[in-house]
């Protein structure tokens, strides 16, 4: 890799950076919104921690792993509109008349959405120790924790990106929001799957790879080191990833047609 | 075959999927170190013409060749030779003009040791030094039109594409840029090739223009060239005494042939704005007060007209340009 490569990266990066930094409704909203639901989720569904078989008597800790995906959700859009807009207003021809190579204004792109989803997740994992929730995998859980975290952050960042290229309009990467947010609310999110009575939400949540993320975030904060939920979260998250920087980098070509 | 360090491009065409043919066969020669005007109304294929020549849209038939490289099989080395202020300005509102000058400085692989200064000439040269570290947001319209050309500096390319730099600007801003511009043909010998749908800025600044319409280019000249090519001046005289315009019409006859006049009388010269003199002395001579004496030239919209039978004038409205698809037919 070579030296100009890395600091087309790193610019792009900062741009992506700076420009979240200068929209205040990029950065508060997706760290509020969140904190909010979390506050009224764990106050309100406290007593279901009392059903047998529920893994913690904490519903704080219990859902602080929802914040962590709605984070990811919001860098989606972040990044997508983001993207829709510089192709819009022209300035990706503007890049695209550069000798960038286009895979270094997708690494820049999704490096700025990652320190935003770092950003989140140290605040997440901040409010939750504050708010006096253990985390049982430790220390060390808590660095697999923010490095899960950017796994997820790269994909669903990527996923945006892709969007974007796809459509070129940043109504359409916002108009995908609401159905990212169906997969949240279907999986595993308020309740773990095996305690979910009704069977059509249970199948839905267990096909849903949403389920199979919270449940590894969840793991290192409620139970430990759990080697399958683990697994299984990072292998969705890297699956996430590898399919959408796929498809973000196909698209990236086709929207730079320069010869 | 022309000079290969300039534009030379041959039966370049583009057709959309789901359009029209925006551009139809355009042949031309840009020479090193000429400003070009490319004048057209809206949709003419001006900008589609631009996106080939820059690379950024790959012809659906025929050749160009920029600073001697191939447009399509040499991408990379065209755009190493070039720079582009596209229609609109592309800026980040969200960023100062310094960021974007040290964003585009490193995109465009400028040794670290040289980016701030480079930076710093640049917006000197454009007049931004003050704004600098302002977000671009805040610009007014000639400023990021100012700003668009000092990115497009910053490797010091040999040819610069400016797609309608004015558009939507005040007159003092346009100026300005015509300045700017006018100098970095002059005194750095960079090749222009400049679309505009103003007759005036193309007949100041540009040394030839080719007239665009309906994808093809239907004339191309200096502007004196092309103006003589449709005709020749008219005077039109207007008496203080409108009993006089008879005899007014008398004395005008001895130079050319009548014509339609506004107010008073007026004819076509017949050898040119060299006898306007004459005109004076004759007027003078048969003791015809005047109250009005005009020296119309054929303007770039006579030509225009003589060569579309529409004047360029809203000529575009009722045709678009189509947006740049991606998908060659």
């Known amino acids: ?259 | 075959m022309a000079d290969e360090h300039g534009i030379v491009a041959s039966g370049l065409v583009r057709e959309f999927k789901k359009g029209p043919r925006a551009v139809d066969g355009i042949d031309l020669v840009v020479h090193p170190g000429e400003i070009y005007g490319f004048l057209g109304p809206n949709g003419a294929g001006k900008s589609t013409t631009v996106h080939m020549l820059t690379t950024l849209l790959p012809p659906t038939e025929g050749t160009a060749t920029v600073a001697g490289y191939d447009i399509v099989r040499e991408g990379p080395q065209v755009r190493a030779a070039i720079g582009a202020a596209l229609q609109e300005a592309a800026l980040d509102p969200l960023l100062t003009g310094r960021e974007h000058l040290r964003l585009q400085t490193t995109l465009q692989g400028i040794p670290r040791s040289e980016r701030a200064r480079r930076g710093d000439v640049l917006l000197e040269r454009v007049g931004l030094s003050q704004a600098a570290d302002r977000k671009v947001r805040g610009y007014s319209g000639g400023m990021k039109r100012r700003l668009d050309l000092a990115l497009a500096l910053v490797h010091s390319p040999r040819i610069l594409f400016l797609d309608e730099p004015t558009t939507g600007l005040d007159p003092q801003s346009r100026s300005a840029l015509w300045q700017e511009v006018g100098r970095l043909a002059q005194d750095d010998g960079v090749t222009v090739f400049l679309t505009t749908q103003y007759l005036e800025e193309a007949d100041v600044l540009a040394n030839r223009v080719g007239i665009i319409d309906h994808g093809k280019i239907v004339a191309e000249g200096t502007p004196a060239q092309l103006k003589a090519e449709v005709g020749r001046p008219t005077v039109e005289v207007v008496p203080v005494d409108p009993e006089d315009k008879e005899r007014a019409a008398g004395i005008l006859a001895r130079f050319g042939e009548p014509c339609a006049a506004i107010q008073g009388v007026a004819v076509r010269l017949r050898t040119g704005e060299a006898d306007l003199a004459e005109i004076v002395r004759a007027l003078d001579s048969e003791n015809l007060k005047v109250e009005n004496l005009q020296l119309h030239q054929p303007s770039l919209d006579d030509v225009f007209l003589a060569k579309t039978g529409r004047s360029l004038e809203g000529a575009g409205e009722e045709d678009q340009e189509p947006e740049l698809a991606l998908e060659p037919a």
């Open chain 1, 1 to 259: 890799m070579s030296d100009g490569f890395v600091e087309q990266v790193g610019q792009l990066a900062r741009r992506s950076v700076v420009r979240t930094a200068r929209q205040p409704a990029n950065v508060v909203f997706p760290l509020v919104f969140p904190l909010l639901l979390l506050a009224v989720n764990s106050t309100g569904l406290q007593s279901a921690t009392r059903l047998p078989g529920f893994p913690t008597d904490s519903y704080l800790a219990f859902a602080l792993a929802v914040p962590f995906m709605q984070g990811a959700l919001f860098a989606t859009m972040n990044a997508g509109t983001d993207l829709a807009r510089d192709i819009q207003t022209g300035f990706l021809n503007r890049l695209a008349l550069t000798p960038m190579r286009g895979i270094a204004l997708l690494a820049g792109q999704l490096g700025g959405v990652m320190a935003m989803t770092a950003v989140q997740a140290v605040v997440w994992i901040s409010a939750g120790l504050i708010l006096g929730v253990h985390f049982a995998a430790g220390a060390g859980g808590i660095a697999v924790l923010l490095i899960f975290s950017l796994l997820i952050g790269l994909g669903f960042g990527a996923l945006g990106a892709f969007l974007a290229l796809r459509t070129g309009s940043g109504e359409s990467v916002q108009g995908m929001f609401p159905v990212f947010f169906v997969f949240l609310f279907i999986s595993s999110m308020a309740m773990p799957r095996n305690l979910i009575e009704i069977d059509w939400f249970r199948t839905a949540a267990t096909a849903n790879p949403v389920s199979y993320l919270i449940e590894g975030i969840r793991s290192l904060i409620v139970i430990g080191w759990d080697a399958e939920a683990l697994a299984l979260g990072f292998g969705f998250a890297a699956l996430i990833a590898v399919v959408a920087l796929t498809l973000a980098t196909v698209s990236l070509r086709t929207r730079l047609t320069r010869s």
